[in-house]
């Protein structure tokens, strides 16, 4: 089932025809309406604030699971990352992936996702230094995360340390390449230790402000939520469940993406991304994306890895990813064993 969930998700369905999506309905959707309605923690009509004491033990405005309040170094989960491109990741299935996996198993505090994707952000106010990356699945949010230190096929997964100094909770920082993984389950063995990777190169994260207590970037959208809803988000986030304090740009390269194989579907991450398996895809197992005589990948993108541009008759061979993002406060632990 959570495969099957996946397949759907991803859109794959979707490119694949009617036929293909007809599991990908409302069978999930009811599943996690019907375990929202008997845990949300919803206020009064017309507020979602959570009012049970796991969500409120620390004061903050984005439902932050540790207190950061005077801490020089301080860790933050991003509590959302809206994809603005490129537009397959952006919309339907592919947005529901990223919304459910950032979005912490908490259902108590009207969160309802399954927690499997997390990309922390750890500050050391002291250096000016800024610690990025994934982290392992965990089953319980409030206990702590560590980043993610191991290996995916070839791709190295490791936080990577950034320039980013606070100036009044302002900040920006970049990186050169960074590897962050999505895993699909919280459990143990092959299903924690299969991630799909996304492998991004020059990473920005700007626009960003981090709150006067260090707990968020951000806020939780109480307001804009509907407790008849459950106060969870729209089904594409609309209304959001937070409101974004931060921007992220980055690309990532066909090569790259065509090495990235979505388990339980067997497509290619770059296959995907062409919107049309029939036509980017060579139909193999796994399905990567149907190359040249040259060798070279038949797709093109729209933006090019060797001026970090918009793509040209010459150079098409990666994407422009886009998005936005809040963050709340998490015990960090470190880096995890390998």
């Given at each position: 089932?959570?495969?099957?969930?996946?397949?759907?998700?991803?859109?794959?369905?979707?490119?694949?025809?009617?036929?293909?999506?007809?599991?990908?309905?409302?069978?999930?959707?009811?599943?996690?309406?019907?375990?929202?309605?008997?845990?949300?923690?919803?206020?009064?009509?017309?507020?979602?604030?959570?009012?049970?004491?796991?969500?409120?033990?620390?004061?903050?405005?984005?439902?932050?699971?540790?207190?950061?309040?005077?801490?020089?170094?301080?860790?933050?989960?991003?509590?959302?990352?809206?994809?603005?491109?490129?537009?397959?990741?952006?919309?339907?299935?592919?947005?529901?992936?990223?919304?459910?996996?950032l979005t912490m198993n908490l259902p108590v505090c009207n969160l309802n996702g399954t927690g499997t994707f997390s990309w922390l952000l750890e500050?050391?106010?002291?250096?000016?230094?800024?610690?990025?990356?994934?982290?392992?699945?965990?089953?319980?949010?409030?206990?702590?995360?560590?980043?993610?230190?191991?290996?995916?096929?070839?791709?190295?997964?490791?936080?990577?340390?950034?320039?980013?100094?606070?100036?009044?909770?302002?900040?920006?920082?970049?990186?050169?390449?960074?590897?962050?993984?999505?895993?699909?389950?919280?459990?143990?063995?092959?299903?924690?230790?299969?991630?799909?990777?996304?492998?991004?190169?020059?990473?920005?994260?700007?626009?960003?402000?981090?709150?006067?207590?260090?707990?968020?970037?951000?806020?939780?959208?109480?307001?804009?939520?509907?407790?008849?809803?459950?106060?969870?988000?729209?089904?594409?986030?609309?209304?959001?469940?937070?409101?974004?304090?931060?921007?992220?740009?980055?690309?990532?390269?066909?090569?790259?993406?065509?090495?990235?194989?979505?388990?339980?579907?067997?497509?290619?991450?770059?296959?995907?991304?062409?919107?049309?398996?029939?036509?980017?895809?060579?139909?193999?197992?796994?399905?990567?994306?149907?190359?040249?005589?040259?060798?070279?990948?038949?797709?093109?993108?729209?933006?090019?890895?060797?001026?970090?541009?918009?793509?040209?008759?010459?150079?098409?061979?990666?994407?422009?990813?886009?998005?936005?993002?809040?963050?709340?406060?998490?015990?960090?632990?470190?880096?995890?064993?390998?």
């Open positions: 089932m959570r495969f099957l969930k996946w397949f759907c998700v991803l859109g794959v369905s979707a490119l694949m025809g009617s036929a293909a999506g007809a599991g990908c309905g409302g069978d999930d959707a009811g599943e996690t309406s019907s375990s929202s309605a008997g845990g949300t923690g919803g206020g009064a009509p017309g507020d979602c604030t959570p009012k049970n004491p796991v969500c409120t033990a620390v004061a903050s405005d984005c439902i932050a699971v540790h207190d950061n309040q005077g801490a020089t170094k301080f860790g933050l989960r991003m509590a959302q990352l809206t994809v603005t491109k490129p537009d397959v990741l952006a919309v339907g299935y592919i947005a529901r992936l990223v919304a459910e996996g500050f050391d106010t002291a250096t000016g230094k800024l610690r990025t990356g994934g982290a392992m699945p965990t089953s319980d949010p409030l206990a702590g995360y560590c980043f993610a230190n191991m290996s995916a096929g070839e791709f190295e997964i490791a936080p990577k340390e950034l320039d980013a100094p606070l100036t009044d909770g302002a900040w920006s920082g970049a990186a050169d390449i960074l590897n962050v993984p999505i895993f699909l389950d919280t459990g143990a063995g092959d299903a924690a230790a299969e991630p799909i990777v996304l492998p991004m190169h020059e990473v920005q994260l700007t626009d960003a402000k981090v709150s006067a207590d260090n707990n968020c970037i951000g806020r939780y959208n109480r307001e804009g939520l509907d407790p008849t809803e459950a106060c969870l988000p729209g089904p594409d986030g609309d209304p959001p469940a937070f409101i974004n304090g931060g921007k992220l740009t980055a690309f990532i390269t066909l090569e790259e993406v065509d090495r990235v194989i979505i388990p339980g579907i067997e497509q290619s991450l770059c296959v995907v991304l062409s919107g049309d398996i029939g036509e980017y895809g060579t139909g193999e197992t796994p399905n990567t994306c149907k190359r040249d005589e040259s060798g070279k990948i038949v797709l093109k993108g729209d933006w090019c890895s060797a001026t970090n541009s918009a793509a040209t008759d010459d150079c098409a061979d990666a994407y422009a990813l886009g998005g936005e993002y809040a963050a709340s406060a998490v015990k960090i632990t470190g880096l995890c064993p390998q």
